[in-house]
């Protein structure tokens, strides 16, 4: 339950990179490598009394370092092995089997600028009889023209149970501060037994607030925003797909929002731990029932599979706030230390945070006031000097992730005054293009993101 705890959850994968290399005739990159992308790990749930099984879809995609040049059609060779004895292989149109427990699929060539092409769509289910303990690993290998591929591979077990999972909802954008949205999801059970009920989480952020209190759910806020916990007395069976919808509020203060949700087979174990320590306040509307999709045996076993158990959307609304940077003045004799403050204020209306990169909301940079040395205590986490053996050093200090709407961050800068320099100053300016989270993007008054420390 760790991850229905945390608001920002997001799991970033990515890849080395490698300088590109020419060569005389077809451009293949040569110091490119190939990489393999495949899921880490899937459970096959058992089968039923009738020797049927369930089955999961692997997809299995090939890329490169960089997307310059041309990269050649080229081969997936594919290994079942492993799992040959408890689980069958279902191969697409494009893989050939050469063995018994391998097969080589064609995949297609990557032009100038493309940096991964589809490999490879295979099914496992698992085979009658088939222990539950089984597990084992498929294995890859890639090559194309003369670029091969690190070996990548996917963890395969058996298990029996429910499989509670999210299907994807897609990110909002253009919402009108004020106005209402609803984010609506599929629930849908792909395992080989009945969740009799369901324990859901729902995180919604600052900017958002959920437009009904339901008599089945549990309320808890704080800074970042609004937490719900809720017990669905609906079962779920094997095959089963339930539609499940949120109203949320779109707030005068919305900007860039995100609304987690996830799921998991109710326990009283998952329910206390899910309560932790926090105080929650029992909502009084009308229950959250879920609604049948689709086409009902008892259990409380877990998850097989709890990958697909939790989603996140983004949800943007048109909305600006106004950054204004402060530096203030200081006065010293040479060998004192004296402490700058700079401040970022959001005037709002909006409050801003990045949710999802996890990006600080303003980067400001400056340089020490002539006579003076910026002395940073070595705990110092959010202010750096630049590195890059510049004199005189450039220093950077990032805010939190979030500022709420009218609230400010202060960084205190001690300056160890050398020698006194008459009104030496040094202007403070916020970072405005930041990739992660660019200012100019929301800020309409960017003459107020630059300040002064004036010493003496």
């Not at 919604?204 to 017990?231: I, K, M, P, W």
């Not at 990958?307 to 530096?327: C, F, H, M, P, W």
């Not at 929301?442 to 003459?447: A, E, G, I, S, V």
């Amino acid at each position: 339950m760790k991850d229905l705890q945390r608001l920002l959850g997001v799991a970033l994968a990515g890849c080395a990179l490698a300088a590109a290399g020419t060569a005389a005739g077809p451009a293949y990159a040569l110091e490119n490598e190939l990489w393999i992308s495949a899921p880490y790990e899937t459970v096959l749930p058992g089968a039923d009394a009738d020797g049927n099984a369930r089955e999961r879809s692997l997809d299995v995609r090939v890329s490169r370092d960089v997307a310059d040049g041309r990269v050649p059609a080229g081969r997936l060779t594919v290994d079942v092995s492993e799992v040959a004895a408890f689980a069958r292989v279902s191969w697409p149109a494009n893989c050939v089997p050469e063995a018994e427990a391998r097969a080589v699929c064609a995949f297609p060539e990557m032009p100038d600028g493309t940096e991964s092409v589809p490999a490879a769509t295979f099914r496992l289910s698992a085979l009658p009889g088939a222990d539950a303990s089984a597990s084992g690993y498929v294995r890859y290998s890639a090559v194309a023209g003369e670029l091969t591929s690190h070996a990548g591979e996917t963890r395969v077990g058996v298990g029996n149970g429910p499989d509670l999972g999210l299907g994807p909802v897609d990110d909002q954008r253009g919402l009108r501060p004020g106005t209402e949205t609803t984010v609506r999801a599929t629930l849908s059970n792909n395992g080989n037994r009945t969740a009799e009920r369901t324990l859901l989480w729902l995180d919604a952020s600052y900017g958002l607030r959920f437009q009904e209190r339901h008599a089945n759910c549990e309320y808890r806020q704080d800074d970042r925003g609004t937490s719900a916990l809720c017990v669905l007395d609906e079962a779920v069976a094997p095959g089963q797909r339930y539609a499940l919808g949120t109203r949320l509020g779109v707030g005068r203060n919305a900007l860039y929002e995100r609304f987690d949700h996830s799921v998991q087979p109710y326990s009283d174990e998952a329910y206390r731990e899910a309560r932790g320590e926090w105080t929650w306040t029992r909502g009084t509307g009308p229950e959250l029932n879920l609604r049948p999709l689709a086409a009902r045996s008892v259990a409380s076993e877990p998850d097989i599979d709890p990958q697909d158990n939790y989603g996140s959307v983004i949800l943007e609304a048109r909305n600006t706030a106004d950054l204004k940077l402060t530096g203030s003045r200081v006065r010293g004799a040479a060998g004192d230390t004296v402490t700058a403050r700079v401040t970022v204020l959001n005037r709002g209306p909006a409050w801003v945070a990045s949710l999802g990169a996890g990006a600080a909301v303003a980067t400001v940079r400056f340089q020490a006031p002539e006579g003076t040395t910026v002395v940073l205590p070595p705990e110092e986490e959010n202010c750096w000097p630049s590195g890059d053996g510049a004199s005189p050093a450039t220093y950077s200090c990032k805010t939190p992730i979030y500022l709420h709407d009218k609230a400010s961050h202060t960084f205190d800068v001690p300056l160890r005054i050398d020698r006194v320099v008459r009104g030496a100053q040094a202007t403070v300016a916020t970072v405005n293009d930041d990739p992660e989270l660019s200012i100019r993007k929301f800020d309409p008054n960017l003459r107020n993101n630059s300040a002064r420390i004036v010493v003496n």
